[in-house]
């Protein structure tokens, strides 16, 4: 390809400014959508600049690819005169000329589309890069055999490619140069759909908000209603009885736990015992084993005496040698501590038995009553800290985001200024 050869130096250059069409509004501010309206009258004058630039360019484009047809048209006619020596050369030679003239032809045939748009600038710019590759490509690759055989159609096609080029310059500095000058307005434009964004979600804050403020009113009345409630239950005598009968009950409960853990201690010190004694022994004489050394107030009940004579068969088998352990006679001691205060500890585990049937015959319902209100007013009062704290940091959101319009309506005050020349007070 050779150098540019100015095909619009007689006309407008492209390096000219645009000149602002639009006439800047006299007030001295301007809502959000006044500005959208402002950028959009602007973006519309820019692209009628950008197509009227463009026009001449298709135009010319057109003329260029329709004379690249016409010289297809008469390379494909040409009758090619070889030289003896050169015949060998002929397939060769009739191979690139179809190759060079089905491009040209093709090429020749796109249709270049007004341009109406930025898009469209845009696709017709990249339609001449596509038309000289395809082109240069294959101009190239057959290159000798055109210059040699096809001399003249070769220089009239590199005249046309030269053309087409100088057009694909001039359309990217022409486009260049729009994109340049509207590049503030789209900065601008980015920050007024960001501010959108940003007041549309300090909308949805402050709705979620009012209605977190609308729980914490019917929390807080619910919660004085239980508080009430739970205050008149703690007021009346059946509250003072189910209490007393708690206490009772928890005393009693208190007893059974110190009782148990007595026995667990007695059996505690012939554990080894017992165990030694298990081996071999019959699945129901394993079962009470395991209740001694587990849980032995579950041995009083009708099956006492049977315990009793399990301990006095364990003892005789650890006296007779048949059980061995060290200090055997200590645990004959225990075994034997055992068995005799067994009968007292029956009567100690029924009166305490007798003791809790009697108390949860009781009335504690009103005890129940105001422990159900003492868990609703503790949720409520943990649900209203919660709904606090949630409001309280919608706030701080709301005010960030605020914070954050205010700096963006200024940005976009700045690119008014840089745009139209006036400086106005954006408004939401």
């Not at 009345?221 to 009772?248: C, I, P, Y």
Request: charge should be neutral; aromatic fraction near 6%.
């Amino acid at each position: 390809m050779v150098p540019p050869f100015g095909f619009f130096k007689k006309k407008e250059k492209a390096e000219e400014r645009t000149k602002p069409a639009v006439v800047a509004p006299e007030a001295e501010s301007l809502s959000i959508p006044q500005v959208q309206s402002l950028l959009q009258e602007q973006e519309s004058v820019k692209v009628q600049w950008l197509a009227g630039r463009f026009e001449p360019l298709r135009q010319s484009a057109e003329g260029v690819l329709a004379t690249l047809g016409s010289i297809a048209d008469e390379m494909e006619k040409e009758k090619i005169k070889l030289e003896e020596l050169e015949k060998r050369f002929g397939s060769t030679v009739e191979t690139a000329r179809r190759t060079v003239v089905s491009t040209l032809r093709r090429e020749a045939s796109v249709e270049l589309v007004p341009v109406k748009s930025a898009g469209d600038a845009r696709k017709f710019r990249e339609r001449l890069d596509s038309i000289l590759n395809r082109m240069g490509e294959v101009s190239g690759s057959h290159s000798k055999m055109l210059n040699y055989f096809l001399k003249k159609h070769a220089d009239k096609m590199r005249a046309g490619f030269n053309k087409l080029e100088d057009l694909q310059k001039e359309a990217k500095s022409i486009f260049a140069l729009f994109e340049q000058e509207r590049a503030p307005a789209v900065r601008c434009a980015a920050t007024i759909n960001t501010i959108t964004q940003k007041m549309a979600s300090i909308k949805a804050d402050e709705a979620s908000s009012q209605s977190i403020e609308e729980i914490l009113v019917a929390h807080a009345a619910e919660l004085e209603k239980a508080r009430q409630e739970l205050a008149a239950v703690k007021g009346s005598a059946e509250f003072a009885r189910a209490q007393e009968a708690n206490e009772r009950i928890a005393g009693a409960r208190k007893r059974q736990e110190e009782f148990r853990g007595e026995l667990s201690e007695m059996f505690s010190h012939v554990s080894r015992a017992l165990t030694k004694y298990s081996y071999n022994v019959s699945k129901e004489t394993e079962r009470r084993l395991q209740v001694m050394s587990s849980e032995p107030w579950n041995m009083f009940g009708e099956d006492l005496p049977q315990y009793l004579a399990l301990l006095h068969e364990i003892s005789r088998s650890v006296g007779s040698g048949q059980v061995q352990l060290k200090d055997s006679d200590k645990i004959l001691q225990n075994l034997d501590s055992i068995h005799s205060s067994l009968p007292g500890l029956h009567e100690t585990a029924r009166e305490i038995a007798k003791e809790m049937s009697d108390l949860a015959r009781q009335d504690t319902e009103a005890a129940r009553r105001a422990s159900d209100h003492e868990e609703k007013v503790s949720v409520l009062e943990q649900e209203i800290e919660r709904n606090r704290q949630d409001t309280e940091q919608k706030k701080r959101q709301i005010g960030e985001k605020n914070a954050e319009v205010d700096s963006l309506l200024w940005q976009v005050s700045e690119s008014l200024a840089e745009l139209s020349g006036r400086r106005y007070k954006v408004t939401r």
